[in-house]
């Protein structure tokens, strides 16, 4: 229990940053549209085009084992997929009948994002949440014992 607890702190951390940067970086490219939203998920694509364990190790590798570099690696790994799920779910919302509604109404995009999109997209951003850490904690320990190995004594 007593070694869990730094594991568990860690991968919620990379959770945490990983759901911001991926959940921010979904929506604006929903919301925007366009070229940002082009450029954005191309961005994504690459990222998950490249395997996560070998770019984590290598990037651990080199800016050196600490907790914070452990804690930004996976947050890395992480926020493409979640970035491409908000965006999803954000352009599904964009085209849903109570969006339409608001705007037909004369809704500010300010209040329709705040009313309606952003109390949608959280219960997505919070199963991503979830699902992520517990990965984040599993990779937290695959990269501890890494950066333990390779530690001078």
Do not use: C, K, N
Request: charged share 10%; aromatic share 6%; net charge positive.
């Amino acid at each position: 229990m007593w070694g869990t607890r730094s594991s568990a702190v860690m991968g919620l951390l990379a959770a945490s940053l990983g759901v911001a940067v991926g959940a921010t970086v979904g929506a604006t490219a929903a919301t925007l549209g366009g070229r940002v939203d082009l450029v954005a998920m191309r961005v994504v694509d690459l990222f998950l085009a490249v395997p996560a364990l070998p770019l984590l190790i290598l990037i651990a590798a080199l800016a050196g084992p600490s907790r914070a570099t452990v804690i930004v690696v996976i947050a890395l790994a992480g926020w493409p997929p979640i970035a491409r799920v908000v965006r999803s779910r954000a352009l599904t919302l964009a085209r849903s009948g109570y969006v339409e509604a608001a705007r037909g109404f004369g809704a500010p995009r300010r209040y329709v994002i705040a009313h309606h999109a952003l109390p949608s997209l959280g219960p997505i951003i919070a199963a991503s949440f979830v699902t992520w850490a517990s990965t984040a904690v599993v990779l937290q320990a695959g990269l501890a014992s890494w950066a333990s190995a390779i530690r001078p004594r």
